[in-house]
């Protein structure tokens, strides 16, 4: 059973910087891709990152301007996503999600997801 489990958040100030971790289990890492995606009150969920584990391909919309970088741990068992200059419009609930085989922006197609992690960003 895939399983995946965040860890990081918390209040930061603008400008500050954020890490975010996804331990995950019960797959084999490289027939899979990891998602990270944020929902912010009254807002669709949306994607920010992605990365291929096949080939460590990533993927980052060019909207964030360079300030979000998804990698991953050389045991190949947690992804992460840091966050750099910070804004108030990032405050969100951030998630991790996982599918198999490539990546996405399409939310209803990821099976597997973590239980959120709160980023509140104050000016």
């Known amino acids: 059973e895939v399983h995946l489990v965040q860890s990081g958040g918390g209040l930061v100030q603008a400008g500050g910087s954020l890490r975010l971790s996804c331990a995950a289990s019960?797959?084999?890492?490289?027939?899979?891709?990891i998602g990270w995606f944020r929902q912010a009150p009254g807002k669709e969920r949306e994607g920010v990152s992605c990365?291929?584990?096949?080939?460590?391909?990533?993927y980052v919309p060019d909207s964030l301007g360079g300030r979000f970088t998804i990698s991953r741990d050389s045991a190949e068992t947690t992804v992460f996503l840091q966050m750099d200059n910070l804004k108030p419009e990032d405050t969100a609930v951030y998630y991790c999600?996982?599918?198999?085989?490539?990546?996405?922006?399409?939310?209803?197609?990821?099976?597997?997801w973590g239980q959120g992690a709160q980023v509140t960003v104050s000016s």
């Open positions: 999600a996982a599918k198999a085989s490539y990546c996405s922006n399409l939310t209803n197609i990821y099976p597997w």
């Open positions: 019960g797959f084999t890492w490289r027939d899979y891709a």
């Open positions: 990365m291929r584990l096949s080939d460590g391909r990533t």
